[in-house]
């Protein structure tokens, strides 16, 4: 698909309720490193949560440190970045450690039903 139609990998699927998502988001939060690293070969947007479950720790740990803030952050589907590091296993597993050091232990962070008018 992406041979005949190359702008797929910038498209978002709309889930609902503020709920985009890309591949490579979704490649993220189930833990694909391979389709992931496929997307990124493409030119795929990278984000914060992709790279975590990818095990960046050198690119991940410098915006966290700089952007603190983002540790709560919500991801797609409303996962978290310890998700993210979670299901990116043995490769993640010292950012798992530093986002549990910065107090994030939720795996899904829970968001509001509300209609827009």
């Keep these: 698909m992406l041979k005949n139609c190359p702008n797929l990998i910038y498209t978002k699927f709309d889930w609902g309720n503020g709920d985009y998502e890309a591949a490579i988001e979704g490649a993220g939060h189930v833990g694909d ?67 549990q050091s910065k107090g994030l232990n939720d795996d899904k962070f829970q968001l509001r039903e509300i209609e827009c008018k």
């Design 33 to 99: 490193k391979e389709i992931a690293n496929y997307l990124i070969d493409l030119g795929a947007r990278v984000m914060l949560y992709v790279l975590t479950m990818l095990g960046k720790i050198e690119l991940v740990k410098p915006v966290l440190e700089t952007y603190p803030q983002l540790v709560s952050g919500k991801g797609p589907h409303r996962y978290t970045l310890l998700h993210h590091a979670k299901v990116g296993g043995k490769d993640a597993g010292e950012l798992y450690a530093y986002l």
